[in-house]
């Protein structure tokens, strides 16, 4: 979590832009072409053109589904290949604590969440949260935080201030080394409330109560807010970063000036890598605006390991939290940093290189009139179908991109069902970034569950639309009202994506 924005320099323009990328401008026939090939559809009873493939040439046709989510890049040039295996080689990674006679693969924790990023997105999929009564809760984290009525700069009047929580940081590390106790024991307990549907149907909700038990280091601050957080999928991180700003923030309706009660927003954030605001595009709340960021941020929190964009060895351990900041750490030798930057570069190759699956049945009756459900009940409002990513120089696989992510990449209001109420940058308690439904239709066959939103409270789609409120408060209500055969035609769409 970024809690402050560094003062100096603060002022220069706030516009962001695609300075993690090196694009080559639009000409004005592409940006024709552009616009006629992300049209909405008029005809419902066929396929759109190009729709099967979801990341363009970058598709990936499934042969194992098991394993959807682990294939390259469909379009990787040959000589690209190795970069991507090399990079899946430290995404599986165990890390070690130091000292340790491998230096290339020490420096754990001391307080940690996973010893690999593969830990928590196991298959490169979707993790879950712990059941009740504290089962290990290894991809899914407790983000934790401390608003405060001070601003650290007037230049950017929406940017909520937060602060770390003073003795256990931006996250809670459930893990320890030896000599070091864990920060917390997540636990939850789930309460369920049935939902009357149209064609006396039901539906059962479940609410989850999240706390933190057995803490190792005292009571947490006063007014502290904690957030739960369910490892994302990894698929398509590449071609998300490649859309244009501008296109996304062309989405943006922050005062809802066309009254549909949709008000997407963007999130701005502080840049590690560039040193200024940008537009946020990564984490469950748009709190990264880049791949390498994104890496580089978990690299720390999750697993305790410094980088040249967060330098501290200790990871995610405060000044109150001595034993851990005194240990020894791997940032001892000739890497400089527990993860030297090659390293961290082969690791954001093979993050921003995962292949997105091609889409199943997308001829199918069905599936086409669950097409048409979720356009007509508005839901295309957050969850934008399709966009062409910039055209780029060095990144072969993400340029030029007719993608069909169904996000806006923007932040959105969804009621206090799902509020966490912890602010992120410009991101309030209630808001939270569109997430991706690419791939979504084969979570159960990659992660072995079906279980959705950020917390995983939701276990089927079904009851992932059921949760929406606030901006989407609406199109939940229609989707409650439609007939059976809608709702289930509604359900086989986002399964076919």
């Keep these: ?77 040959f000589a690209r290949e190795l970069d991507f295996k090399v990079g899946n080689g430290f995404f599986r990674k165990l890390w070690v604590s130091s000292p340790s006679s491998t230096l290339a693969s020490d420096g754990l924790g001391p307080l940690f969440n996973a010893r690999s990023c593969q830990r928590c997105h196991l298959k490169d999929g979707r993790g879950h949260p712990p059941e009740p009564g504290g089962e290990n809760a290894v991809s899914f984290l407790m983000r934790i935080s401390v608003p405060t009525p001070e601003r650290v700069t007037s230049d950017l009047k929406s940017y909520l201030s937060t602060r770390p929580d003073p003795v256990y940081g931006g996250q809670i590390q459930d893990e320890g080394l030896a000599g070091h106790n864990a920060e917390a024991r997540i636990d939850v307990r789930y309460s369920e409330t049935e939902i009357a549907l149209s064609g006396n149907e039901t539906a059962s909700l479940r609410k989850p109560a999240f706390a933190l038990a057995d803490l190792g280091y005292g009571p947490l ?13 990894m698929i398509g991180l590449g071609l998300l970063e ?34 200024r605001p940008m537009l946020g595009r990564f984490g469950l709340k748009a709190g990264q605006p880049s791949v390498r960021e994104q890496t580089a941020a978990a690299f720390l929190g999750d697993i305790g390991i410094s980088s040249s964009l967060h330098d501290a060895a200790f990871g995610d351990c405060t000044t109150a939290q001595d034993v851990c900041v005194s240990a020894l750490h791997g940032d001892q030798d ?22 997105v699956p091609k889409r199943r049945d997308v001829d199918d009756p069905q599936v086409l009139r669950g097409k048409q459900v979720f356009y007509e009940t508005g839901c295309t409002g957050c969850h934008t179908p399709n966009f062409v990513t910039n055209r780029l120089k060095d990144q ?33 308690g209630t808001e939270w970034r569109t997430p991706p439904l690419w791939g979504i239709g084969l979570t159960k066959d990659v992660s072995g569950h079906t279980q959705f939103l950020h917390d995983g409270r939701a276990r089927s789609l079904l009851e992932a639309v059921l949760w929406h409120g606030g901006e989407a408060q609406a199109s939940r209500d229609t989707v409650i009202k439609m007939t059976p055969a809608d709702r289930v035609a509604l359900i086989r769409f986002l399964e076919s994506l």
Aim: hydrophobic share 40%.
């Design 221 to 233: 601050a006063d007014g502290a807010v904690i957030s739960p957080r369910v490892a994302p999928q």
């Design 1 to 77: 979590m970024i809690a402050f924005l560094p003062v100096a320099g603060f002022a220069q323009t706030l516009q962001p832009d695609d300075s993690h990328l090196d694009v080559v401008p639009r000409t004005d026939a592409e940006k024709a072409r552009i616009a006629a090939v992300t049209a909405p559809p008029t005809d419902f009873s066929q396929p759109q053109k190009f729709e099967e493939n979801s990341a363009g040439a970058a598709s990936v046709r499934v042969r194992d589904s098991r394993d959807a989510f682990s294939d390259m890049s469909g379009n990787m040039p």
């Design 242 to 275: 490649a859309i244009p700003a501008a296109d996304i923030l062309a989405k943006e309706d922050a005062e809802d000036t066309d009254g549909d009660g949709i008000s997407g927003r963007a999130n701005i954030v502080w840049s590690a890598q560039f040193q």
């Design 396 to 428: 072969p696989e993400q340029s030029f991109q007719l993608i069909w992510p169904y996000t806006d990449m923007l932040l959105h209001d969804m009621g206090e069902g799902l509020a966490d109420h912890a602010p992120e940058a410009r991101a309030s």
């Design 334 to 355: 000739a890497r400089v940093f527990e993860v030297d930057d090659e390293t961290l570069d082969l690791v954001t190759f093979y993050s921003r290189n995962l292949g």
